[in-house]
């Protein structure tokens, strides 16, 4: 089992910065691949950004050039450094971990989700 606890959500008014953080525990050694979702009230989740072990990053089309992911593994976290924040970026942020497979991921273990909020 991986425990995911995410951080770092809060109220930012358009054009700012956050940084979400996701600590990860457990049988962390199960997982080669973390990213972050988010679901705004009635969306779609979208997948935001994943990271694998090897280093293989993608981003989702709408926060290309603005958010960045990244890791410490010796900290077992993940980082989402979300720059140039939007109104439409207001969402509830999932961290996920899980098993990065040829075509995709399995995500396998969600944390409880942090609250983004951007104001106009």
């Known amino acids: 089992q991986v425990q995911l606890a995410e951080s770092g959500g809060g109220l930012v008014q358009a054009g700012g910065s956050l940084r979400l953080s996701c600590a990860a525990s457990?049988?962390?050694?199960?997982?080669?691949?973390m990213g972050w979702y988010r679901q705004a009230p009635g969306k779609q989740r979208e997948l935001v950004a994943s990271?694998?072990?090897?280093?293989?990053?993608n981003y989702a089309d709408s926060v290309k050039g603005r958010f960045t992911i990244s890791r410490d593994n010796a900290k077992n976290t993940v980082y989402l450094q979300m720059n140039s924040l939007k109104p439409e970026d207001t969402a509830v942020y999932y961290c996920?971990?899980?098993?990065?497979?040829?075509?995709?991921?399995?995500?396998?273990?969600w944390g409880q989700g942090t609250q983004v909020t951007v104001s106009s």
């Open positions: 990271i694998t072990s090897g280093g293989t990053i």
């Open positions: 996920a971990a899980g098993v990065a497979l040829l075509h995709g991921v399995s995500w396998g273990s």
């Open positions: 457990g049988s962390i050694f199960s997982i080669n691949a």
